[in-house]
């Protein structure tokens, strides 16, 4: 890797490390664990991945399934990170999040069954399969998301929405990365490593700059009654969010929060 190349790549990390380790000072690891795990396990894959380099080579026989074993652990984490922050919009809604972790929970078995079929070709390619099918999965989550709390006018911590627009924009990044750009990887892979490592830095700062205050700064949790007390009641706030909750919840047949 050229200095060019390097820059953006160290102050990535740098940065990594002074975002998780401020999460653990301010308290906010516990608020947001799965997105903190995901920073540790990122610091982990370059640690590791430092380590392998240096004492044996990058073209090893040990290196390889390595730093491949990390990057689909990575991608996982990264994945758990996006579901936290779906639970952070939607978990005050019983019967709309027993919906969503059925639909997160099948779409994550259903990616994971492609990379152990596809894995038969190769480890590589298996654990690219895991990270393409994750990394959409993560991207189309985070703009559904989006999508339903401003139709449903769903109110999104300013936090929440930063983090996840975060991790939208990554995996786009990654998916780019792994379909189209390995194809053409000795023409633009200095450029696009580039590119990469940048806009992980922005995303980082992003990042940062949401999480300044001591507390991840959720939305209130709702006090949810029957769509008929919200109709008569409370006509201000939004009924189709209700009714959609309750035909949910008894779908799932799960209690909706008691006032």
């Given at each position: 890797?050229?200095?060019?190349?390097?820059?953006?790549?160290?102050?990535?990390?740098?940065?990594?490390?002074?975002?998780?380790?401020?999460?653990?000072?301010?308290?906010?690891?516990?608020?947001?664990?799965?997105?903190?795990?995901?920073?540790?396990?990122?610091?982990?894959?370059?640690?590791?991945?430092?380590?392998?380099?240096?004492?044996?080579?990058?073209?090893?026989?040990?290196?390889?399934?390595?730093?491949?074993?990390?990057?689909?652990?990575?991608?996982?984490?990264?994945?758990?990170a996006?579901?936290?922050?779906?639970?952070?919009?939607l978990?005050?809604?019983?019967?709309?999040?027993?919906?969503?972790?059925?639909?997160?929970?099948?779409?994550?078995?259903?990616?994971?069954?492609?990379?152990?079929?596809?894995?038969?070709?190769?480890?590589?390619?298996?654990?690219?399969?895991?990270?393409?099918?994750?990394e959409?999965?993560?991207?189309?989550?985070?703009?559904?998301?989006?999508?339903?709390?401003?139709?449903?006018?769903?109110?999104?911590?300013?936090?929440?929405?930063?983090?996840?627009?975060?991790?939208?924009?990554?995996?786009?990044?990654?998916?780019?990365?792994?379909?189209i750009l390995?194809?053409?990887?000795?023409?633009?892979?200095?450029?696009?490593?580039?590119?990469?490592?940048?806009?992980?830095?922005?995303?980082?700062?992003?990042?940062?700059?949401?999480l300044?205050?001591?507390?991840?700064?959720?939305?209130?949790?709702?006090?949810?009654?029957?769509?008929?007390?919200?109709?008569?009641?409370?006509p201000?706030?939004?009924q189709?969010?209700?009714?959609?909750?309750?035909?949910?919840?008894?779908?799932?047949?799960?209690?909706?929060?008691?006032?």
């Amino acid at each position: 890797m050229s200095t060019l190349e390097l820059a953006p790549w160290g102050l990535a990390t740098l940065l990594t490390l002074l975002l998780f380790f401020r999460g653990i000072a301010l308290g906010q690891i516990w608020e947001l664990p799965f997105f903190f795990l995901y920073l540790f396990i990122n610091l982990l894959q370059t640690a590791t991945g430092i380590v392998l380099y240096h004492v044996y080579g990058f073209k090893n026989d040990f290196t390889f399934p390595v730093i491949w074993t990390t990057q689909g652990i990575v991608v996982v984490a990264r994945a758990l990170a996006a579901a936290e922050i779906c639970y952070g919009v939607l978990g005050q809604y019983k019967g709309i999040w027993g919906l969503a972790w059925r639909v997160l929970t099948i779409c994550g078995l259903l990616v994971a069954g492609l990379a152990l079929y596809f894995g038969k070709n190769g480890y590589a390619h298996g654990v690219m399969t895991l990270e393409v099918g994750l990394e959409a999965g993560i991207a189309t989550g985070i703009v559904g998301l989006f999508v339903f709390a401003r139709y449903y006018e769903v109110p999104v911590a300013p936090v929440i929405g930063q983090l996840g627009l975060g991790l939208g924009i990554l995996s786009c990044f990654k998916i780019v990365n792994d379909l189209i750009l390995e194809t053409t990887r000795q023409a633009t892979g200095w450029r696009w490593n580039l590119a990469s490592s940048s806009a992980f830095v922005i995303i980082l700062l992003v990042w940062a700059w949401a999480l300044r205050e001591p507390t991840a700064g959720r939305v209130r949790k709702p006090i949810m009654t029957s769509a008929m007390a919200y109709a008569q009641l409370m006509p201000q706030m939004n009924q189709r969010l209700a009714e959609l909750n309750e035909q949910l919840t008894q779908l799932w047949n799960v209690e909706s929060p008691k006032p």
